[in-house]
Each structure stands twice: as structure tokens, then as C-alpha cells.
């Protein structure tokens, strides 16, 4: 058995698709992808709404659509072998990678490069300290949606949900087409993080109440769900005196936030980004460690799945050029900072592309919401290297920017990336 | 009598929302909305709005029980609910094939509803 | 097989008689069920809950203290010293997962200074092997993210931290294997006496005609004592709240860290988990609802500002779930073993809080000496120390985990991400002795949906393991007690439109 691969990525979901068919495009010889369910495509199975691919595809696609997409261009490709209901269990920084799995056993493979492409989780209960009993009923809504559309199982029959991201709004639809009642959706800033058009179609279109500036102080009921208490909060967030009310409910799904999976990133301590919780990378999607290379969620989470499929072709790219030998000029690099009004932004530094041809994209989330405003980037002289103008800003939607590879000079680093109302 | 409806416009991230006004023969004014597109938006979420439909139907000798489902074309908005229903009680046989036809002419509104993704026929034990 | 063939079959297995009943399958009537297993005996352990150790001992601080606290004489002291060492030394046959790491009490001010000196003294009175007080510079290099304002510790090294109800059923395993009979969802519902002597237990699922019960019903055993006649005591629930932390902040302490202890309380401790988490409470506030488990804000902050007093650095971002233990306090605040003065054939094992869990061991042994020497109970030849190995593939090397997978490649499959839990550990914890029932009862014994997740990807696969393997449709499968349903049937919802 022949353990070498030239690029191993780990994840079957949207960046992984698409770094192994684009490091197989860019001549790696033998890749591999380790997938820990029992198919390809990773979230998008479940996500069964539409909205995918119009960057990509130029049409609106479903999720298991978009990944139906790739999955067909993975079968007219050779060279890529694929082990899923597989999972990695360590990683070493000589890039041997050990996966687990029924079918395959215990087995150590070496990849010539690694990409990281395991994507997101869910923040959970605990990590945001609802007070309250312990019952059987309180799910992060992205794990009831597996549940609803792929294996044909409810959550509940009256489902609050926590939280106004696109999955929680799109979860008060998908239950109400389920026949499930849904009173509320919560959400404790002053405004949705979700897109507008989720509002209106998700919520509006059946009547489905959004309470702004609330969240569930409490969850009552001893075996099941009964039912939770509300509060509105104030500036600070905290629930304000005399504001609480009860809901009578058997669900509470929350859609919380999402965070990297960075768990085998640090394995290999791998330098983090505290601002996205993934790990840091260039432009060329390496991380801190020379042959790992990581793109879509696992870098910072993404609002499009087609940004996600683009990120990961950069990473596939890179990965087969390191795994040939063919990596150079990252001896020397620019850090890519946040500037003003700007909370991160992705790549984190920038080594310059091979033929310095083309452009370079940075993707950033403001700090605060914005009207009309400008995002720039400029280099240490203060010099614009780029400039986009916008109607509006929410830190909740990624903005992306390009640059041109031949307006940046590297010695003139760092590059700073800042938005201003105009 | 005219009725006002307040429309949050969706096709851009502005999120403009325009007022109109409409009584039973059609609409009579329109105001507020930013840009030609939003407004012809306004104007069909007054007199026939529509969205896409996705949802699941029962599948056999697949390897998940459930197969995602899409409209074709949008449906009129009022009957989302209505065709979802419908759909929950359809069955089928893998293999299926993205944009086979699951149901044709869904209840008579001349919109189909297509299989969203593939599925091989699977042998192995299922999850359900 | 369905749930009614199940509830059958539990029928015609159902002892009329026995020796001795004990009452409560937490962790004091596991131990007294495993050391009562060691005599010629009929042995019946009955646990109202759908599975052992449901009660105060799932939910405390999973502490084996030394011994240093309690006063010297008491009951108390006693167990608590005989139980830590009884820990260390039933480790090795029942295997269950202890770190002896040490415990420190932190003194911040003269006062502080003061109690460090009377609580060693205690502990040498008590028995406490080894315990020293150790200056700020050794605290701190043990400690290096301790409060700066530390002066002293008192350091005792046998203290440990247990995975509690890993425990209690690594007892209740060996108890079972040796013959005794354990039945969960059954609840006591009254005695059978005879002039003041007790001849017989009632239960929803029947009687059992027996010579002696053990009341180790916690919470409730104020209540099962009254039943027989004896009202000698009350219990009142006094609630703790608790914040578990990721492992991936697990360096932050090394040792189980107490603030010095005011009159008033022991006050809220940091300390690691055997499983390499971080935990930091209690409070303690007495209440009146024996079942109310629910956190509250206010608990939360308390506990919260109390750790930041000896970890001002608290990594709050890393919490991953609350959780809300009852200890049981005893009106007279010592612990209650030993016969019933009032009723014939009945020996309590009540008002154990803390040091139960460390205590635990020491209880059982007492008991069961006690119910030995009024039976007249002799030993029996062929018991069986040793617990069996239970593959837990997060601990095997890779060559174990190779034969593992070739021998059942369940053991390949990864069914919990964030704690590496293999679909053959879900399994075997199904089909033990006493077997897994439900999601969080699977949660306990193999720490499935236990990591960061807290069964965001596991929990629906869990769910469906369990369905599969008892043979049970997916939405009969409960979280906890019942009634407490993970998932609804689709077809359910939709009343007769459904075709199929």
C-alpha cells in the first residue's frame, strides 16, 4: 500500500472539494481527501434551501445542489481517492496524517502538502450560560437541520429559536414547513444578523414574530422543554428588571455563532488569529507551518459557500505547487493588518504570487454597523492600494476586496485594511 | 379603499423598504424604494408574490430516508405550506438524479418539483 | 424486542426475596452493593431513576478530599480518611478513572494563615497522611496562575479528583457480577413491617420480602426512613452550581485549589477533572425542591467571581456547560450510618454530603459490616475483584487500536469528535451489566457528546445507536428520564395526511 499522497485534505465539505480537484488541476499526482461522514459535501447536504452559487455558478442553486456540482466534477477527475466515514485522530508537523475509519482501519498516511479543511462547529449552550434546568430539547440549530432534512426527525413541535443568523431564520421556516409552530426568534443584539431577504421569507412570510434586543434568560421543564423565559436587555446585554416573559415551548434551538474547528490545527500549533479563531494564513492559504495550508471555515467563517469553494482552490493550488517543490518568494512577507472600523480580515499576510499577475483578494468584517462607507487598503507609506464603496456595512456580512498582485510592494508592509463612513 | 403596504426590499443590501399603495384593481402609488429593481420587486410582492420551494420527500434504498426537493420556478407564496404538505407524503425509489421530476405540475400550479441532488442506490444500513 | 417484552422480562426476573434491599443506586449504594457482594448473600439494589448515580452523585465537585476539613471524631473524619485511602486502593481491580493530584488550600490574609494552621492540625488528628503547609513561592511554582496575593497553602497530596459516576458504576459492575441484582426505574413505595421490624420493601415493579434494607436513598432518605417509622432526621437539598471548562485550557491549574475555608462555607474551588477539563464552584444555597436542578444567573456570578479570587484570569470563553448538584444536608450535619434506633432491620447511609464522594467507599464498607454482622453473613469463595478491561480507544496506542478495529471495526468509527469516542465503546457500554438506556447514561459511561460540542454532531448518532441496538424506534429514545424524547417522528405532525 502505497501511503504517500502528494496533497491530503482533510474535510469533504465545499473547501475540500475544491482543493483537492484544483490541486489535482495543478498537477498534484495523488491526492486524497479524509471525509468523516458517510458522504462528500459536508454541510451543504443540509443546508437544502437555496441561495448557493450564484458567485460561482451564475444561478441559485440548493446546497446539496452546489455540492452536487463538485461531487460531478470529482467523478470525471482521477487521482483523487476519497475515504469517508473516516476521521483524522493526529497530525504530526512532518505532515503524516493518522485517520480511523471502519472501512480502512487505523492507517498513517504522509501528504507532500496538508489542507485543513474541516470546516466549523456550533456554539453550544454552555458556552453562552442560559441559566435554567437541563431537559431533553435545547439543540444548536445547525445539528436539528441534519436532523429535519436529512434524517426525516423533528426537534420539537414548538421551536423557539435563539438567535437571527441565517440558520436560525432559515430553521423557523424549514420547521414551519414541517408543521411545527414556531412562536419567537430571538436575538439579543438590536439587529439580525441575517440577510434581509431571510427576514421576509423566512419569518415574515408566516408571521413569525422577531424580538430584537432578547434573549432566553431561562429554560424550564424537567424531561422535556416546557417552555423559556425572555427578557429584553439593554445596551450592555443584560436582561433588563420587570422586562420577562414566558413562552410556552418543547424546543429551543440556538443559533448561536459559529467557531473554526481548529482542534487538529493545534495539534500542530499552528498560529491562531484570535479574531476569526482560525488559523493564520497568507495569501497563498499557508499557515504558519511551511506544507499546511487551510481554506473555508476552518479560516474564518464564511457567509458564502462559493468565497469558501474559491478559497479553497487557492489552497488546493498552493498545496500541489509546495508538494512539487515548486513554493519560493515566502521568504518575504507583509502582514495584513485590521485597520480602523475593520475587526479581521483574511488572508492575515501576504507573501505575493508567483507571476504577480492578477489580483489578490482580502476578506474583512467591520467592527460596527456602517452606511455608507469606503474600505481601503494601504500600505506602511500610506499609500491606497485599493478602494471599494459600499451602501452599507454589518459586521455580520464578509466584504471582499481585491488588489491588484503588481499595486503591492511587500517591503512596504504592512498592509492595513480599515472601512470609513463617507 | 386603497391599502398601504410597507415592502422591505430584498434584492440588494441596502434592505430599502418602499411603500405602496393598491386597492382591488390594481396598484395606485408607489413610493420610497431606491432603485428601479427595487421597486418592481415592491410592485410583485403587492400583487403576486412567489418563492422558491425546498423541501424533502421519503426515499427508498438510498443511503439518507430523505431526498431535498426545489421548485422548479417560484410558486405563488400563498401555497408554499400547502405543496410542502403535499410533498411530505411523497415516496420514491433511489437512484434519483439532480433535476429528475419528483412531481410534475405540483397541485395544477404548473411548477415541478425536482430531485435537488443525486442518489445511487445504497445497500448498507441506514441511519433511520 | 419492544419496551413492553422488556418490562416483561424485568418481571420474571424480579426477586421476591432477599437478604438485604438497598435503597439509592448512587455512588453509597453501589459501594455497599459491591462490598455486601464479598458475603453468601441475596443482594437487591433498587434505583427509582433510569440509571445508577443519578442523584448527588452526578453532579458534585468529583473531589476525594484528604481529610483535613471535617472534626476530629466525627463520623466524618472517619469515612472520609478510610474512603480516600479505599479509593487508592480499589483502583487497580475496578478501574475506574482517578488523578490523585493533590489539594491545596490557598491562604490570602493573617486570618487565612491561621485557619491553614488549625485545619493541619485537624488533618494530623484526623489521619491525613503527608499534608504540609508549603510558602508562597512553592504555591505559586505549583501554581503559576494563581492570585499574586497568595501567602500560603496547605498542601495534601493524597487528595485526588474521580469521574463519579465512573465510580459508582465501576461498583455497581463488580457488585453485579458477583451476584447482586440491580433494578433502576424502581421506586420504593413503601416497607412491610413487622411490630417495628422491617420484613419487606414495596415497589412499583413489586415486592421483595428481605431481613434488612440499606437506606442510601440520598436526597430522599429522610422520606424512606420516615416510611419505616423512623423520623429522626430530615434532609434538606442544599443546591451548587458548577462551570465546566474546555480541555483546551486544562494547564490552567494543577491541583484541586480551595480558598482557606470561612466558617460560613468551604468556599468555590478551581480544579482540574480527572478528564483534564477545569471546573470551578460550588456555591451553596439550601432549598426546598429536592428536583430542582436549574442554574440560575445570579448562582452563576457568584461562582464565578468567588474562582476569580484565587484564578483572576478566568477563561470564560471556554465554559462549556453549567450544571447544578443537591447535596443532601442531614438536619445535625454529620453523616447518619448505622442501624435505625427506632426501626428493626434498617441501617442508614444518610445525609451523605460532602465528603460523600470520598467517603463513599468507606460507607459502603461499614454498612455492609453491619448488615454482615446482624445476618450473621459469612464470605463467599469465588468473588471476583477485578473489573473486566473496557477498551476506551482514546487511551489505546496505535497497535491496540489496530487489533481493536480488525477484531470489531465499530471500534473504527469515530461517533464523538471532540472526545474521540469509537461506535464499539457505545456499543459495549449498551451491553455491560448495567447497561446504558439512554443519550446522557451513554454520555457517562463512554463521555460521548461530553467535549466542546456537547453532542451537537454525536447526539442525533447516539440517539440512533441506542435505537438500533435495543431495538426501539428512533423517537422512543429519551435524553434522560421519561418523558424526555430527543426527536419527534416527521409523520407524527402530520395527522391522517400522511400516505404512506
Given at each position: 500500500?502505497?501511503?504517500?499522497?502528494?496533497?491530503?485534505?482533510?474535510?469533504?465539505?465545499?473547501?475540500?472539494?475544491?482543493?483537492?480537484?484544483?490541486?489535482?488541476?495543478?498537477?498534484?499526482?495523488?491526492?486524497?481527501?479524509?471525509?468523516?461522514?458517510?458522504?462528500?459535501?459536508?454541510?451543504?447536504?443540509?443546508?437544502?434551501?437555496?441561495?448557493?452559487?450564484?458567485?460561482?455558478?451564475?444561478?441559485?442553486?440548493?446546497?446539496?445542489?452546489?455540492?452536487?456540482?463538485?461531487?460531478?466534477?470529482?467523478?470525471?477527475?482521477?487521482?483523487?481517492?476519497?475515504?469517508?466515514?473516516?476521521?483524522?485522530?493526529?497530525?504530526?508537523?512532518?505532515?503524516?496524517?493518522?485517520?480511523?475509519?471502519?472501512?480502512?482501519?487505523?492507517?498513517?498516511?504522509?501528504?507532500?502538502?496538508?489542507?485543513?479543511?474541516?470546516?466549523?462547529?456550533?456554539?453550544?449552550?454552555?458556552?453562552?450560560?442560559?441559566?435554567?434546568?437541563?431537559?431533553?430539547?435545547?439543540?444548536?440549530?445547525?445539528?436539528?437541520?441534519?436532523?429535519?432534512?436529512?434524517?426525516?426527525?423533528?426537534?420539537?413541535?414548538?421551536?423557539?429559536?435563539?438567535?437571527?443568523?441565517?440558520?436560525?431564520?432559515?430553521?423557523?421556516?424549514?420547521?414551519?414547513?414541517?408543521?411545527?409552530?414556531?412562536?419567537?426568534?430571538?436575538?439579543?443584539?438590536?439587529?439580525?444578523?441575517?440577510?434581509?431577504?431571510?427576514?421576509?421569507?423566512?419569518?415574515?412570510?408566516?408571521?413569525?414574530?422577531?424580538?430584537?434586543?432578547?434573549?432566553?434568560?431561562?429554560?424550564?421543564?424537567?424531561?422535556?422543554?416546557?417552555?423559556?423565559?425572555?427578557?429584553?436587555?439593554?445596551?450592555?446585554?443584560?436582561?433588563?428588571?420587570?422586562?420577562?416573559?414566558?413562552?410556552?415551548?418543547?424546543?429551543?434551538?440556538?443559533?448561536?455563532?459559529?467557531?473554526?474547528?481548529?482542534?487538529?490545527?493545534?495539534?500542530?500549533?499552528?498560529?491562531?488569529?484570535?479574531?476569526?479563531?482560525?488559523?493564520?494564513?497568507?495569501?497563498?492559504?499557508?499557515?504558519?507551518?511551511?506544507?499546511?495550508?487551510?481554506?473555508?471555515?476552518?479560516?474564518?467563517?464564511?457567509?458564502?459557500?462559493?468565497?469558501?469553494?474559491?478559497?479553497?482552490?487557492?489552497?488546493?493550488?498552493?498545496?500541489?505547487?509546495?508538494?512539487?517543490?515548486?513554493?519560493?518568494?515566502?521568504?518575504?512577507?507583509?502582514?495584513?493588518?485590521?485597520?480602523?472600523?475593520?475587526?479581521?480580515?483574511?488572508?492575515?499576510?501576504?507573501?505575493?504570487?508567483?507571476?504577480?499577475?492578477?489580483?489578490?483578494?482580502f476578506?474583512l468584517?467591520?467592527?460596527?454597523?456602517?452606511?455608507?462607507c469606503r474600505v481601503t487598503i494601504s500600505?506602511?507609506?500610506?499609500r491606497r492600494l485599493a478602494s471599494k464603496r459600499l451602501?452599507?456595512?454589518?459586521?455580520?456580512?464578509?466584504i471582499?476586496i481585491d488588489v491588484q498582485?503588481?499595486a503591492?510592494?511587500?517591503?512596504?508592509?504592512?498592509?492595513t485594511v480599515a472601512a470609513e463612513?463617507v | 379603499?386603497?391599502?398601504?403596504?410597507?415592502?422591505?426590499?430584498?434584492?440588494?443590501?441596502?434592505?430599502?423598504?418602499?411603500?405602496?399603495?393598491?386597492?382591488?384593481?390594481?396598484?395606485?402609488?408607489?413610493?420610497?424604494?431606491?432603485?428601479?429593481?427595487?421597486?418592481?420587486?415592491?410592485?410583485?410582492?403587492?400583487?403576486?408574490?412567489?418563492?422558491?420551494?425546498?423541501?424533502?420527500?421519503?426515499?427508498?434504498?438510498?443511503?439518507?430516508?430523505?431526498?431535498?426537493?426545489?421548485?422548479?420556478?417560484?410558486?405563488?407564496?400563498?401555497?408554499?405550506?400547502?405543496?410542502?404538505?403535499?410533498?411530505?407524503?411523497?415516496?420514491?425509489?433511489?437512484?434519483?438524479?439532480?433535476?429528475?421530476?419528483?412531481?410534475?405540475?405540483?397541485?395544477?400550479?404548473?411548477?415541478?418539483?425536482?430531485?435537488?441532488?443525486?442518489?445511487?442506490?445504497?445497500?448498507?444500513?441506514?441511519?433511520? | 424486542?419492544?419496551?413492553?417484552?422488556?418490562?416483561?422480562?424485568?418481571?420474571?426476573?424480579?426477586?421476591?426475596?432477599?437478604?438485604?434491599?438497598?435503597?439509592?443506586?448512587?455512588?453509597?449504594?453501589?459501594?455497599?452493593?459491591?462490598?455486601?457482594?464479598?458475603?453468601?448473600?441475596?443482594?437487591?439494589?433498587?434505583?427509582?431513576?433510569?440509571?445508577?448515580?443519578?442523584?448527588?452523585?452526578?453532579?458534585?465537585?468529583?473531589?476525594?478530599?484528604?481529610?483535613?476539613?471535617?472534626?476530629?471524631?466525627?463520623?466524618?473524619?472517619?469515612?472520609?480518611?478510610?474512603?480516600?485511602?479505599?479509593?487508592?486502593?480499589?483502583?487497580?481491580?475496578?478501574?475506574?478513572?482517578?488523578?490523585?493530584?493533590?489539594?491545596?488550600?490557598?491562604?490570602?490574609?493573617?486570618?487565612?494563615?491561621?485557619?491553614?494552621?488549625?485545619?493541619?492540625?485537624?488533618?494530623?488528628?484526623?489521619?491525613?497522611?503527608?499534608?504540609?503547609?508549603?510558602?508562597?513561592?512553592?504555591?505559586?511554582?505549583?501554581?503559576?496562575?494563581?492570585?499574586?496575593?497568595?501567602?500560603?497553602?496547605?498542601?495534601?497530596?493524597?487528595?485526588?479528583?474521580?469521574?463519579?459516576?465512573?465510580?459508582?458504576?465501576?461498583?455497581?459492575?463488580?457488585?453485579?457480577?458477583?451476584?447482586?441484582?440491580?433494578?433502576?426505574?424502581?421506586?420504593?413505595?413503601?416497607?412491610?413491617?413487622?411490630?417495628?421490624?422491617?420484613?419487606?420493601?414495596?415497589?412499583?415493579?413489586?415486592?421483595?420480602?428481605?431481613?434488612?434494607?440499606?437506606?442510601?436513598?440520598?436526597?430522599?432518605?429522610?422520606?424512606?426512613?420516615?416510611?419505616?417509622?423512623?423520623?429522626?432526621?430530615?434532609?434538606?437539598?442544599?443546591?451548587?452550581?458548577?462551570?465546566?471548562?474546555?480541555?483546551?485550557?486544562?494547564?490552567?491549574?494543577?491541583?484541586?485549589?480551595?480558598?482557606?475555608?470561612?466558617?460560613?462555607?468551604?468556599?468555590?474551588?478551581?480544579?482540574?477533572?480527572?478528564?483534564?477539563?477545569?471546573?470551578?464552584?460550588?456555591?451553596?444555597?439550601?432549598?426546598?425542591?429536592?428536583?430542582?436542578?436549574?442554574?440560575?444567573?445570579?448562582?452563576?456570578?457568584?461562582?464565578?467571581?468567588?474562582?476569580?479570587?484565587?484564578?483572576?484570569?478566568?477563561?470564560?470563553?471556554?465554559?462549556?456547560?453549567?450544571?447544578?448538584?443537591?447535596?443532601?444536608?442531614?438536619?445535625?450535619?454529620?453523616?447518619?450510618?448505622?442501624?435505625?434506633?427506632?426501626?428493626?432491620?434498617?441501617?442508614?447511609?444518610?445525609?451523605?454530603?460532602?465528603?460523600?464522594?470520598?467517603?463513599?467507599?468507606?460507607?459502603?464498607?461499614?454498612?455492609?459490616?453491619?448488615?454482615?454482622?446482624?445476618?450473621?453473613?459469612?464470605?463467599?469463595?469465588?468473588?471476583?475483584?477485578?473489573?473486566?478491561?473496557?477498551?476506551?480507544?482514546?487511551?489505546?496506542?496505535?497497535?491496540?487500536?489496530?487489533?481493536?478495529?480488525?477484531?470489531?471495526?465499530?471500534?473504527?468509527?469515530?461517533?464523538?469528535?471532540?472526545?474521540?469516542?469509537?461506535?464499539?465503546?457505545?456499543?459495549?457500554?449498551?451491553?455491560?451489566?448495567?447497561?446504558?438506556?439512554?443519550?446522557?447514561?451513554?454520555?457517562?459511561?463512554?463521555?460521548?457528546?461530553?467535549?466542546?460540542?456537547?453532542?451537537?454532531?454525536?447526539?442525533?448518532?447516539?440517539?440512533?445507536?441506542?435505537?438500533?441496538?435495543?431495538?426501539?424506534?428512533?423517537?422512543?429514545?429519551?435524553?434522560?428520564?421519561?418523558?424526555?424524547?430527543?426527536?419527534?417522528?416527521?409523520?407524527?405532525?402530520?395527522?391522517?395526511?400522511?400516505?404512506?
Open positions: 500500500m502505497n501511503d504517500f499522497y502528494d496533497v491530503v485534505v482533510i474535510g469533504g465539505g465545499p473547501a475540500g472539494l475544491a482543493a483537492a480537484l484544483s490541486a489535482r488541476r495543478h498537477g498534484a499526482g495523488r491526492v486524497l481527501i479524509v471525509e468523516r461522514d458517510r458522504e462528500l459535501g459536508g454541510i451543504l447536504q443540509q443546508c437544502i434551501h437555496v441561495g448557493f452559487g450564484l458567485h460561482r455558478f451564475r444561478e441559485e442553486l440548493t446546497g446539496p445542489g452546489y455540492a452536487n456540482r463538485y461531487l460531478r466534477m470529482l467523478a470525471d477527475t482521477t487521482g483523487i481517492e476519497t475515504m469517508i466515514d473516516t476521521m483524522v485522530i493526529s497530525l504530526t508537523a512532518d505532515r503524516q496524517v493518522t485517520v480511523v475509519g471502519p472501512a480502512v482501519g487505523l492507517r498513517t498516511v504522509r501528504g507532500g502538502a496538508v489542507v485543513l479543511a474541516m470546516g466549523c462547529r456550533e456554539r453550544t449552550r454552555g458556552a453562552i450560560r442560559i441559566p435554567g434546568s437541563r431537559p431533553a430539547g435545547v439543540f444548536t440549530a445547525g445539528a436539528a437541520q441534519r436532523m429535519v432534512n436529512m434524517e426525516g426527525y423533528l426537534p420539537g413541535r414548538e421551536v423557539v429559536i435563539l438567535g437571527s443568523g441565517d440558520i436560525g431564520l432559515i430553521m423557523a421556516r424549514r420547521l414551519t414547513l414541517e408543521g411545527c409552530r414556531v412562536p419567537a426568534v430571538l436575538e439579543i443584539m438590536p439587529v439580525s444578523n441575517g440577510l434581509t431577504r431571510n427576514i421576509v421569507q423566512c419569518l415574515d412570510d408566516f408571521g413569525i414574530p422577531l424580538y430584537l434586543s432578547h434573549t432566553v434568560v431561562a429554560i424550564r421543564g424537567q424531561d422535556r422543554v416546557t417552555g423559556v423565559t425572555v427578557a429584553r436587555v439593554d445596551d450592555a446585554l443584560r436582561p433588563v428588571a420587570g422586562s420577562q416573559f414566558d413562552l410556552a415551548c418543547d424546543c429551543l434551538l440556538l443559533s448561536v455563532g459559529l467557531i473554526p474547528e481548529v482542534e487538529l490545527a493545534r495539534e500542530v500549533n499552528l498560529t491562531l488569529d484570535g479574531r476569526t479563531s482560525g488559523p493564520v494564513v497568507d495569501n497563498r492559504r499557508q499557515t504558519s507551518l511551511p506544507g499546511f495550508f487551510a481554506a473555508g471555515n476552518v479560516v474564518h467563517v464564511h457567509d458564502l459557500v462559493d468565497f469558501v469553494s474559491e478559497e479553497g482552490e487557492i489552497a488546493g493550488r498552493w498545496a500541489a505547487v509546495f508538494a512539487a517543490g515548486g513554493m519560493g518568494g515566502e521568504a518575504r512577507s507583509a502582514d495584513v493588518l485590521p485597520g480602523e472600523k475593520v475587526r479581521s480580515v483574511v488572508p492575515q499576510k501576504y507573501v505575493g504570487d508567483g507571476d504577480h499577475t492578477g489580483q489578490c483578494r476578506y468584517r467591520v467592527s460596527q454597523p456602517l452606511g455608507r500600505d506602511r507609506t500610506g451602501p452599507v456595512a454589518k459586521p455580520s456580512e464578509m471582499e498582485h503588481s503591492i510592494e511587500i517591503e512596504k508592509g504592512p498592509l463612513g | 379603499m386603497d391599502r398601504q403596504h410597507k415592502i422591505t426590499c430584498v434584492v440588494c443590501p441596502r434592505s430599502c423598504v418602499g411603500t405602496i399603495a393598491a386597492d382591488g384593481d390594481g396598484i395606485k402609488s408607489v413610493s420610497g424604494f431606491l432603485c428601479k429593481r427595487g421597486e418592481e420587486y415592491g410592485r410583485a410582492e403587492v400583487t403576486s408574490p412567489t418563492r422558491m420551494l425546498t423541501t424533502t420527500v421519503r426515499i427508498n434504498r438510498a443511503i439518507l430516508p430523505l431526498l431535498p426537493v426545489v421548485s422548479s420556478r417560484p410558486l405563488p407564496r400563498d401555497m408554499l405550506l400547502t405543496c410542502a404538505r403535499h410533498l411530505a407524503a411523497v415516496r420514491v425509489e433511489a437512484p434519483v438524479r439532480e433535476g429528475d421530476v419528483i412531481v410534475k405540475n405540483i397541485l395544477g400550479l404548473g411548477v415541478d418539483i425536482v430531485a435537488a441532488r443525486d442518489m445511487t442506490v445504497y445497500e448498507g444500513a441506514r441511519f433511520d | 424486542m419492544t419496551a413492553d417484552n422488556r418490562e416483561k422480562l424485568a418481571v420474571q426476573d424480579w426477586p421476591g426475596r432477599a437478604d438485604v434491599v438497598i435503597v439509592g443506586g448512587g455512588i453509597v449504594g453501589c459501594a455497599a452493593a459491591m462490598f455486601l457482594s464479598r458475603y453468601k448473600a441475596t443482594v437487591v439494589m433498587v434505583e427509582q431513576a433510569t440509571d445508577l448515580a443519578m442523584g448527588t452523585t452526578k453532579a458534585n465537585s468529583g473531589i476525594i478530599h484528604a481529610g483535613f476539613d471535617a472534626p476530629p471524631g466525627s463520623m466524618k473524619a472517619r469515612m472520609n480518611v478510610r474512603g480516600n485511602r479505599l479509593y487508592h486502593e480499589l483502583q487497580p481491580a475496578l478501574k475506574y478513572e482517578v488523578n490523585f493530584l493533590g489539594s491545596l488550600v490557598v491562604a490570602k490574609s493573617d486570618d487565612d494563615l491561621k485557619t491553614l494552621e488549625g485545619l493541619l492540625d485537624r488533618g494530623r488528628q484526623n489521619g491525613v497522611p503527608d499534608i504540609t503547609i508549603i510558602d508562597r513561592e512553592r504555591v505559586l511554582s505549583r501554581e503559576p496562575n494563581l492570585s499574586r496575593d497568595v501567602r500560603a497553602g496547605l498542601w495534601a497530596p493524597t487528595a485526588g479528583v474521580i469521574w463519579p459516576f465512573g465510580a459508582a458504576l465501576a461498583m455497581a459492575e463488580n457488585a453485579v457480577r458477583n451476584g447482586v441484582k440491580v433494578f433502576t426505574g424502581c421506586r420504593l413505595e413503601g416497607f412491610m413491617l413487622d411490630r417495628r421490624k422491617i420484613c419487606g420493601v414495596r415497589t412499583n415493579k413489586g415486592d421483595i420480602a428481605c431481613k434488612l434494607v440499606i437506606n442510601a436513598a440520598g436526597r430522599w432518605a429522610d422520606e424512606v426512613s420516615r416510611w419505616a417509622g423512623d423520623d429522626s432526621f430530615s434532609i434538606t437539598p442544599r443546591r451548587g452550581e458548577y462551570i465546566l471548562f474546555d480541555k483546551s485550557v486544562g494547564s490552567l491549574v494543577n491541583s484541586v485549589l480551595f480558598p482557606t475555608p470561612t466558617k460560613v462555607s468551604k468556599g468555590i474551588l478551581v480544579s482540574p477533572t480527572v478528564h483534564g477539563n477545569i471546573f470551578i464552584g460550588p456555591n451553596a444555597e439550601n432549598i426546598t425542591d429536592k428536583d430542582d436542578l436549574s442554574t440560575t444567573a445570579p448562582g452563576m456570578e457568584e461562582i464565578i467571581s468567588g474562582a476569580r479570587k484565587l484564578i483572576p484570569d478566568l477563561p470564560l470563553a471556554a465554559a462549556i456547560t453549567q450544571f447544578v448538584g443537591l447535596r443532601p444536608v442531614a438536619s445535625g450535619d454529620d453523616f447518619i450510618i448505622g442501624p435505625s434506633a427506632l426501626v428493626g432491620g434498617l441501617v442508614q447511609a444518610a445525609g451523605i454530603q460532602s465528603p460523600g464522594l470520598a467517603s463513599a467507599p468507606a460507607i459502603g464498607e461499614l454498612v455492609s459490616e453491619i448488615a454482615a454482622e446482624r445476618l450473621g453473613l459469612v464470605r463467599k469463595p469465588g468473588y471476583v475483584e477485578e473489573n473486566p478491561d473496557r477498551p476506551a480507544f482514546a487511551e489505546l496506542d496505535s497497535r491496540q487500536r489496530q487489533e481493536l478495529i480488525a477484531r470489531n471495526p465499530l471500534y473504527g468509527r469515530i461517533i464523538c469528535r471532540c472526545e474521540t469516542v469509537s461506535e464499539g465503546e457505545i456499543v459495549a457500554a449498551i451491553h455491560s451489566p448495567v447497561g446504558a438506556r439512554t443519550v446522557d447514561g451513554v454520555k457517562r459511561r463512554t463521555r460521548a457528546g461530553m467535549g466542546r460540542c456537547q453532542g451537537g454532531f454525536c447526539g442525533p448518532r447516539v440517539v440512533g445507536i441506542l435505537a438500533r441496538e435495543l431495538g426501539l424506534p428512533l423517537d422512543a429514545i429519551v435524553k434522560e428520564g421519561p418523558g424526555s424524547q430527543l426527536f419527534f417522528a416527521r409523520q407524527t405532525l402530520r395527522g391522517g395526511e400522511s400516505h404512506e
